[in-house]
Nanobody, 114 residues
Framework: QVQLVESGGGSVQTGGSLSLSCAVS????????MAWYRQAPGKQRDLVAQ???????NYQTSVEGRFTISRDNTKATLYLQMTSLKPEDTAVYYC????????WGKGTLVTVSS
């Protein structure tokens, strides 16, 4: 059974930082490209950052230079380090394979206040 458990969200002020984690089980994490997605209130879910099984990364333009995606294959865990947060980063953040599969976790809420 595929499980994706996101954690680490919270409320911060503009310019703050947060670190998200995603514990994965039920599939071969080390052989899978992974990604973080986010869904802001009233908007569709968008890709934020992706990481290949070899560690190559790509970012949405709006977060490049501020967010860092990484993975620990020994722990089957995906990370997203977020710095210089802005109010427009407010969203529920999800992890999934890339491209996304049919299973989604509950996500973790990030709220950035001005």
């Amino acid at each position: 059974q595929v499980q994706l458990v996101e954690s680490g969200g919270g409320s911060v002020q503009t310019g703050g930082s947060l670190s998200l984690s995603c514990a994965v089980s039920g599939f071969a994490f080390r052989f899978s490209a992974m990604a973080w997605y986010r869904q802001a209130p009233g908007k569709q879910r968008d890709l934020v950052a992706q990481i290949s099984r070899g560690g190559s990364t790509n970012y949405q333009t709006s977060v490049e230079g501020r967010f860092t995606i990484s993975r620990d294959n020994t722990k089957a865990t995906l990370y997203l380090q977020m710095t210089s947060l802005k109010p427009e980063d407010t969203a529920v953040y999800y992890c999934n394979i890339y491209p996304p599969g049919q299973y989604w976790g509950k996500g973790t809420l990030v709220t950035v206040s001005s």
